[in-house]
């Protein structure tokens, strides 16, 4: 069964620039995975971030962005203020309708 | 704007079905699928499946296979989910989600939390 993997936590400066990956255990990631990132605080729901890769959802600052980094996904945070700490979800679409989340990152901003 | 409203919470004993509704406003019902996903305590998000804009077409994760459907009524433009053989270690809340038209979810219901136990 394949796992999608993210970094179990990042800690960055007020005003620094963090980037998260998101891998396949098996094989690499690319556009046609659709790679999505979800902001969330257990037990809410999720904030969209960025879906299809690197289209942001309605509201989202552009200091949040998306891309393929070699064989992974990748959201980064540029500019991280107080408020970005949190946990941090990709989700991959691993074709005939079947989406993956990842395993999840947690942001300490500090 | 897009607005999903969920049921509210459900205690349920192991055994036993549940049925979480999700009523959509704000956008036309029947062009976006929906998506439902689930937060069990201290756990990340898991994708449990979709339902596609007609209602004909459903996508289940393998682990919830058998025990889950999905359905739409668009005379209402409400989602629902219904998950059956109930455990304990299906308590959590779950979400529906529309889709943002290019793969992957954009709008949330506010969560349904369910509790299963004896």
């Known amino acids: 069964q394949t796992v999608v993997t993210q970094e179990p936590s990042f800690s960055v400066s007020p005003g620094g620039t963090v980037t998260l990956t998101c891998g396949l255990s098996?094989?690499?990631?690319?556009?046609?995975?659709?790679p999505s990132w979800y902001q969330q605080t257990p037990g809410q729901a999720p904030r969209t971030l960025i879906y299809?890769?690197?289209t942001r959802s309605s509201g989202v600052p552009d200091r949040f962005s998306g891309s393929i980094l070699g064989i992974k996904a990748a959201l980064t945070i540029t500019g991280a203020q107080a408020d970005d700490e949190s946990d941090y979800y990709c989700?991959?679409?691993?074709?005939?309708?079947?989406?993956?989340f990842g395993t999840g990152t947690k942001v300490t901003v500090l | 704007q897009v607005q999903l409203v969920q049921s509210g919470a459900e205690v349920k004993k192991p055994g036993a079905s549940v049925k979480v509704s999700c009523k959509a406003s704000?956008?036309?019902?029947?062009?976006?699928?929906m998506h439902w996903v689930r937060q069990a305590p201290g756990q990340g998000p898991e994708w449990m499946g979709q339902?596609?804009?007609?209602?004909?077409?459903?996508d289940y994760a393998q682990k919830f296979q058998g025990r889950i459907t999905m359905t739409r009524d668009t005379s209402t433009s409400t989602a629902y989910m219904e998950l059956s053989s109930l455990r304990p270690e299906d308590t959590a809340v779950y979400f529906c989600?529309?889709?943002?038209?290019?793969?992957?979810?954009?709008?949330w219901g506010q969560g349904t939390l369910v509790t299963v136990s004896s």
């Open positions: 339902i596609n804009p007609s209602g004909d077409r459903t």
């Open positions: 704000g956008y036309t019902f029947t062009r976006y699928h």
């Open positions: 299809s890769t690197n």
């Open positions: 989600g529309r889709d943002s038209g290019k793969y992957g979810a954009e709008n």
């Open positions: 098996s094989g690499s990631v690319s556009t046609t995975n659709y």
């Open positions: 989700a991959l679409y691993m074709g005939s309708g079947i989406y993956v």
